[in-house]
C-alpha cells in the first residue's frame, strides 16, 4: 500500500509563488502520479499528472503555463510548482497515485493553498 504525504501548501498573494511536494512511503517507479484539487463546494479536479517515466505531463487548461509537475523516483518525490498564483487557485491539493487499473487509488491527506488578492 502506497502511502503519500503532501507538504508545502501555505499562504501566498495573487502573483506569488508556492511549490507543493509529495513523498511516498515506497516506490513510485511504476507509479502515473497526479495533482487533484478541491475548492469549496467544488468537485475535486485533475490539476497535471505525469507519466511514470516523467516523459509526459498532463495540466488542465486552467494552469497551464502556471504550474508544472515533475517527479524525482530515485527521491520517490513529486512537484507540483506553482508560478503566478491566482484566488481561484485556493483549494486543498491532493497528491494521488494510479494503480495498474488505471484508478487513482494512492491519495495523500491533501494541503490546503490559499491565494489572496
Known amino acids: 500500500q502506497l502511502q503519500l504525504v503532501e507538504s508545502g501548501g501555505g499562504l501566498a498573494q495573487a502573483g506569488g509563488s508556492l511549490q507543493l511536494s509529495c513523498t511516498a512511503s515506497?516506490?513510485?517507479?511504476?507509479?502515473?502520479m497526479a495533482w487533484f484539487r478541491q475548492a469549496p463546494g467544488k468537485e475535486r479536479e485533475s490539476v497535471a499528472a505525469?507519466?511514470?517515466?516523467?516523459?509526459?505531463?498532463y495540466s488542465v487548461d486552467s494552469v497551464k503555463g502556471r504550474f508544472t509537475i515533475s517527479r524525482d523516483n530515485t527521491r520517490r518525490r513529486v512537484y507540483l510548482q506553482m508560478d503566478n498564483l491566482r484566488p481561484e487557485d485556493t483549494a486543498v491539493y491532493y497528491c494521488?497515485?494510479?494503480?495498474?487499473?488505471?484508478?487513482?487509488?494512492?491519495w495523500g491527506q491533501g494541503t490546503q493553498v490559499t491565494v489572496s488578492s
Open positions: 494521488a497515485g494510479q494503480n495498474i487499473g488505471g484508478s487513482y487509488s494512492y
Open positions: 505525469i507519466s511514470w517515466s516523467g516523459a509526459t505531463t
Open positions: 515506497g516506490r513510485i517507479n511504476g507509479y502515473t
